[in-house]
């Protein structure tokens, strides 16, 4: 057989084997399995670096499926070329319980970097990977020692490029001049609803060019040269990220080509039966012809190769700097350096400091020690105070080692790029803005919460506190909605010493995003002497003011009403009732604490209990209970002073201490 022949073999075994995953599920999407075929054959067979046996190797190549609805496409290549992913597996498609879900899932399959499926984000993800790479690249490589040198590819569809995620990623890699990110385009002109025409019709290329991206169009998606010839012009311009526009056909090979119809549903027996014979494939189903698996197989031996041949490297530049290559070991393995928080301030007592600013602190505390958080903000940073102090900034070909990333007015894109940087790992990543513009970025921060990734989300600016910028900007649903997310943890911080302590939180908590709600207005600190706050944060609520004896009533806050909960509890008592004051940063925490240690926080027997917080009231029946109350925001704010719009909605003392008296006289 020649290599013409063979090549051809292996494309059309991708294509069956991808066919057979969705008509055996009853369910999936053939279609752009069968066109892209050929891009990731070439990608996966001559450019990728990459071992099926060690498939967290840190120097292998990304690959991204950003089109995440043609996951059998994935699976077939992790099957052919030797990852743990059985025919079973992929006969078990969309299936429960199954290694191979409907969209690629990243933890599930091994080889499978990121959860794609919401057009774009892949996209955006794969900018993060680029991104995170070339930083470790500058920090740790030396001359002739490069430990971290590899490329992040994609597979992006019409639909990733009409998503507005993916412009704000685009602009980003080219600002950031991305040279080692190279995307393949699947242009095959066919969305759901019918032809591109419809919806698509600007010059995407162009508007890549317009970004700084580099640019090449491939007219025939079956030309293996002519993509080869493309992709290893994307590899020689080390400026710019490289898309790749290949004019391929959805359904290629069957009936239903080119074609809407065969973009989200089985081909059906029939149709199936008619593309096996055009492509010349056996009739009987999951059949791998053994030249084709023998042929996909060989890559692994190539690829323990590869990853042998940067083993030596790594032993060389460990003889060399040691130092640097057992931090570099220990980044990539999650590990933070010792000492890492002796840094942090401790905030004197009635200092008075928005949380906002003790974050900055904190963060500039911490990076002196951990050397690979990294992040920014989204054209906030002095609001947000998530500057690193002489880090410097990343910018193109000046400083891509700078700690200090400039997203830009790109929410949404900031949240998929730093997702991107936490799964390529060795960095800690952050991203900054203001809570009520956590809205634009919610497809990412979602996928933060299903991927378990160590994101670090900083929201600013809490609350109906911010004040004169009025309701648009005064954040009242978010921290709720943030709460009903499964996998993610909020920690909405009291005053200066309990932001450290989230900060310490949100540090070691690896296995899911983290956010940081803070306030742009001042708070008292409280004497970190006297209270359990460290040990408290740590377990998401703790008592801050307690009574003599059984408590009659609970007052329960978070954030910057946990102050007013604390005066409030000081009148009560001076009326000689017995108040318990409890500050409340983390659902989450406290929720995971085992049953002892909750009750010991909340006595079931005391059911007059009042919870403060400046945000929507649903949801605090948790735990309050039906005999509870809620002060909180079921409005829009108004646009006036803080202090003002704080007062008139609620939030004083004469308030919390009349609705306190109300519920004890139940």
């Known amino acids: 057989m020649s290599d013409k022949d063979m090549e051809q073999l292996a494309v059309n075994t991708i294509r069956m084997l991808a066919a057979d995953m969705v008509e055996q599920a009853n ?6 399995p069968l066109g892209a075929a050929p891009m990731a054959y070439l ?20 690959f991204v499926l950003s089109a995440g609805h043609g996951s059998a496409l994935l699976y077939a290549m992790l099957h052919l070329t030797g990852y743990d992913l059985s025919l079973e597996d992929l006969k078990n498609f969309r299936q429960w319980g199954s290694k191979t879900p409907g969209h690629p899932e990243y933890g599930v399959a091994p080889g499978v970097e990121a959860t794609t499926g919401p057009l774009g984000q892949g996209f955006g993800m794969g900018v993060g990977m680029a991104l995170a790479e070339r930083f470790l690249a500058h920090t740790y490589n030396r001359p002739s020692l490069n430990v971290i040198d590899h490329y992040t590819y994609a597979i992006v569809s019409d639909g990733d490029l009409m998503e507005g995620v993916a412009s704000e990623a685009a602009s980003l890699a080219a600002t950031l001049g ?12 066919i969305s759901i609803e019918g032809g591109t025409e419809l919806t698509f019709t600007e010059n995407a290329m162009a508007r890549f060019e317009a970004y700084g991206w580099h640019t090449q169009k491939v007219a025939d998606g079956n030309d293996l040269e002519a993509m080869a010839r493309a992709v290893e012009a994307a590899k020689a311009e080390t400026g710019k990220p490289s898309i790749i526009a290949v004019r391929t056909h959805i359904g290629y090979g069957s009936p239903k080509v080119d074609t809407s119809g065969v973009h989200g549903e089985p081909l059906g027996a029939e149709a199936l039966e008619t593309t096996r014979k055009t492509l010349g494939c056996s009739p009987d189903s999951f059949c791998i012809p053994q030249e084709a698996l023998k042929f996909f197989r060989a890559g692994q031996k190539r690829g323990m190769e590869q990853q042998e041949a940067w083993q030596k490297t790594f032993a060389r530049y460990s003889k060399e700097y040691p130092e640097l290559a057992a931090r570099l070991q220990d980044e990539l393995a999650g590990v933070l350096p010792s000492g890492w928080d002796s840094e942090v301030p401790e905030f004197a007592a009635g200092e008075k400091i928005a949380t906002r600013a003790a974050s900055g602190k904190v963060l500039n505390a911490l990076a002196l020690k951990v050397p690979n958080l990294v992040g920014g903000s989204a054209d906030l940073a002095p609001s947000t105070k998530t500057l690193i102090a002489g880090s410097g900034d990343m910018r193109a070909n000046q400083e891509p080692g700078g700690r200090n990333i400039h997203f830009g007015v790109r929410e949404l894109g900031m949240g998929a790029v730093v997702n991107g940087m936490a799964l390529h790992g060795g960095v800690i990543p952050y991203g900054a803005t203001f809570f009520v513009f956590s ?45 009903l997310m499964p996998g993610f943890t909020v920690l909405r911080p009291a005053e200066g010493n309990e932001t450290a302590a989230a900060w310490r939180v949100a540090m070691k908590h690896k296995h899911g995003p983290v956010a940081l709600i803070l306030t742009r207005q001042k708070l008292p600190c409280l004497d970190p002497e006297a209270h359990p706050i460290a040990k408290g944060v740590a377990k998401g609520a703790y008592v801050l003011k307690d009574c003599d004896g059984a408590p009659e009533l609970i007052l329960m806050a978070t954030g910057s009403e946990v102050t007013l909960a604390l005066a409030a509890a000081e009148k009560l008592a001076s009326k000689g009732l017995l108040v318990r004051a409890v500050s409340m940063p983390s659902w989450e925490i406290f929720e995971a604490q085992d049953k002892e240690y909750r009750d010991k926080v909340l006595p079931p027997k005391v059911t007059a209990r009042l919870a403060i917080e400046a945000g929507v009231s649903l949801g605090w029946e948790r735990w309050v209970g039906s005999q509870g109350a809620v002060i909180g925001v079921d409005r829009f704010g108004e646009s006036a002073p803080g202090p003002l719009v704080m007062d008139k909605l609620g939030f004083n003392l004469d308030n919390v201490v009349d609705t306190a008296l109300e519920l004890i006289k139940k």
């Open 178 to 189: 991305l040279g080692k990110l190279i995307y393949l385009y699947d242009d095959n002109h």
């Open 439 to 483: 809205d634009y970025m919610r497809p990412a921060l979602r996928l933060s919460a299903i991927m378990g990734c160590h994101s670090i989300w900083i929201f600013t600016h809490d609350s109906i506190g911010v004040g004169e910028d009025g309701p648009t900007h005064q954040p009242v649903e978010q921290l709720m909605s943030l709460r």
């Open 43 to 62: 990608l996966w067979t001559r450019f990728m670096h990459y071992n099926p046996s060690d498939p967290q190797w840190a120097n292998r190549d990304r």
């Open 27 to 32: 369910s999936g999407h053939p279609g752009m």
